[in-house]
């Protein structure tokens, strides 16, 4: 097979609020070849990631995206690569390359997994998917009180493990911050899984980070996830440093396999969370889970998006069993679940695995496709480069 086309499906919320909820938009990846097709998507802005596919070459290593993949071989998981290898090479200075060949090398594995007949899993040297414990991702409330009411009624849900993120979290006192952890505690109670996300809001400031710590190992927190700058890797071994009962978190950020590996190695994770939408893709993200499990680490997966991201964020560690905490989006918005036929439902004792099917298991919903489609077009000098495709 040979890649012949590589669609790219802009679909956007009517509205866009500045809520921290990358479920608003999405740009969905369709890639075809010898007759079949494979899908992916994008965590990224979906405009300057089509840009990035498209747009003139500026010089040698700032071509565009898709210079490296039309036309290539597809034959097997060592062609993914080497497509990957070209992508690094000559788009290096194109900085949204990475974010756009990520969900365009989602597509390659479901496609292969297709042609195949096998799970995206298998692909990668898995012998099975095993289940894991999904914890409801949501935002802190407001208040202590919405905290807490937050947290019941994903427990009364039947999720095991809920993390809190963002909101008021770090903009106000460590006390303030220590009574909504008290309430994300009581919430989910005394035998939930609590994880916290802070979302960089202490820039580097290890002191200020540090200064929760008590009230999070009050509650029994499991981890503090992205309490710094993605690359401050200073400051996370600092904290580290200072952390009794709790682990860091962190590496969604990453945008190649070695960013999370200096995240691991000089930043002292525990926990490894990596977004196949931002990293590269499955196959980087794989990479990754092998050095997790080589560094005593846990891979953890990243996404709060549409179900063709969740099942892409399970293939790199469906086959590593005592890796089980998977991020599972509770608050989507409407557009995330309204372009899949299907998607990744819990089972009689909460968990979920990645599908035993074809690919990613996924299926598009066009018409849920067409109903958040943005008509988009990209001139440059009278040509025109994008139009969004026919369905």
Known sequence: ??????????????????????????????????????????????????????????????????AS?????????????????????????????AHTWSGVEMALWDLLGRARGAPVWSLLGYARSHAKTPYASQLFG???QETLERGRAQRAAGFLAVKFGWGPIGRGSAAEDADHIAAAREGI???????????????EDVDA??????????????????PFAAHAYEAYAALARQCRTVRLAGGEAAHNAFMARHLLELGRVGFIQIDC??????????QV???????????????????????ASLQPFAGLPSHRLCEFPVHAKP???????????????GEIAAPNAPGLGIEIDWDGVRRYLVDTEITVGGKVLYRTPTI
């Open 69 to 97: 993949v039309l036309g290539a071989p597809l034959e097997g998981p060592e062609d993914i690569a080497r497509i990957a290898a070209r992508v690094a090479y000559d788009s290096m200075d194109l900085l949204q390359a």
């Open 209 to 226: 980070a540090a200064a929760r710590l008590p009230a999070l190992e009050a509650a029994g927190a499991t981890w503090l996830e992205e």
């Open 189 to 203: 109670g005394p035998d939930g899984v609590l994880l916290v996300d802070t979302g960089q809001i202490f820039g």
């Open 335 to 349: 557009l995330a679940t309204a372009f899949t036929r299907n998607g990744l439902v819990r089972d009689a004792e």
């Open 1 to 66: 097979m040979r890649i012949e086309a590589v669609d790219l499906f802009y679909l956007s919320m009517p509205e866009i609020t500045e809520e921290a909820d990358g479920s608003q938009d999405a740009l969905l990846v369709r890639v075809g070849a010898g007759g079949r097709f494979g899908f992916g998507e994008c965590e990224a802005a979906p405009l300057p990631s089509i840009a990035a596919f498209v747009c003139p070459m500026s010089h040698g290593v700032c071509r565009p995206v898709g």
């Open 142 to 144: 407001d208040t202590p």
């Open 289 to 311: 889970a092998d050095h997790a499990v080589a560094r005593a680490a846990t891979y953890v997966n990243h996404t709060f998006t549409s179900p063709l991201a969740l099942s």
């Open 277 to 286: 939408g931002r990293i590269g893709g499955i196959g980087p993200a794989k």
